[in-house]
């Protein structure tokens, strides 16, 4: 690599840590993810120097440019399309840990349900990457935690963000609450219980620990609240041939088909 190049990538790791380090936005509702910094051990210089290794020439030369076009936008209207692109091309590159700290950047800058929501989806990916070290994971689950709880925050009747953060605490449990995903998402059927996406969520946990007749009964009653939900239908035509009951399954099948074309 000559040495323009070490030069830019250089610049991209400062950049990158000044966006990690700056000033973030901690609506009271965020407390308790903050509570769990301890987590956040793996650090930015670590991932920069993880993901770099990987990076092709191409993707360095871009990152540098769009860091460069970024030292000279001095407005928040200008400076948000371009940590877009950057977290854009940190994702298409294999790193939503990155990805996700430009997103948590923009949701910084405009301080929006749907910007923290973006930015905990982003850091949740991260979280469910397949081969993702274990400090990578921690810092993610922590920054995801964050993320939503500021959405929420912004946003106290939205249940999506709610159950989002109910599932990031199923794929990463807090280590002194292994069960906390799990209890939100009771707590959550108890003041949402119209709410068909909260019984679809419960039924396809119950799936995962082939708790298959509790998964029948979430899912029964998702498909009472809407009918038409694919996301309800198809997993409970599956379930149902997996009891061996075919009759079922097999109209449910059928319905389940319609609906995905």
């Known amino acids: 690599m000559g040495r323009s190049q070490w030069i830019a990538v250089a610049g991209v790791a400062v950049l990158l840590l000044l966006t990690y380090w700056g000033c973030p936005v901690r609506p009271p509702e965020m407390e308790e993810g903050f509570a769990r910094g301890p987590l956040e ?28 076009r970024l030292e000279k936008e001095p407005t928040a209207s200008e400076r948000v399309p371009i940590l877009e692109q ?11 840990a990155i990805s996700g700290i430009y997103a948590k950047k923009i949701a910084e800058e405009q301080n929006t349900e749907e910007a923290w929501s973006i930015t905990a989806t982003t850091f949740n990916i991260c979280l469910k990457k397949e081969g993702t070290d274990e400090k990578t994971r921690q810092f993610c689950a922590s920054q995801a935690e964050q993320a939503y709880q500021a959405a929420i925050s912004l946003d106290p009747e939205d249940a999506d ?57 979430r899912l029964e009653t998702a498909r009472r609240l809407d009918p038409d939900n694919p996301e309800a239908i198809c997993p409970l035509a599956r379930v149902y041939e997996s009891l061996g009951k075919q009759d079922e399954a097999a109209i449910l099948g059928a319905r389940c088909q319609e609906l995905v074309k």
Do not use: C, F, H
């Open 161 to 217: 963000n709610r159950i989002n953060l109910a599932l990031s605490y199923t794929d990463y449990p807090p280590r002194d609450n292994p069960m906390k995903g799990i209890l939100l998402l009771r707590d959550l059927e108890k003041k949402y219980p119209e709410n068909p996406r909260v019984y679809i969520t419960l039924g396809q946990l119950a799936i995962k620990t082939n708790q298959l007749e509790k998964a029948v009964e």
């Open 86 to 96: 950057l977290a854009g091309e940190w994702y298409r590159a294999g790193q939503p």
């Open 41 to 68: 051990t793996t650090g930015l210089e670590s991932l920069i120097r993880a993901a770099r290794a990987n990076l092709s020439p191409a993707s360095i030369a871009t990152l540098a440019d769009l860091e460069s």
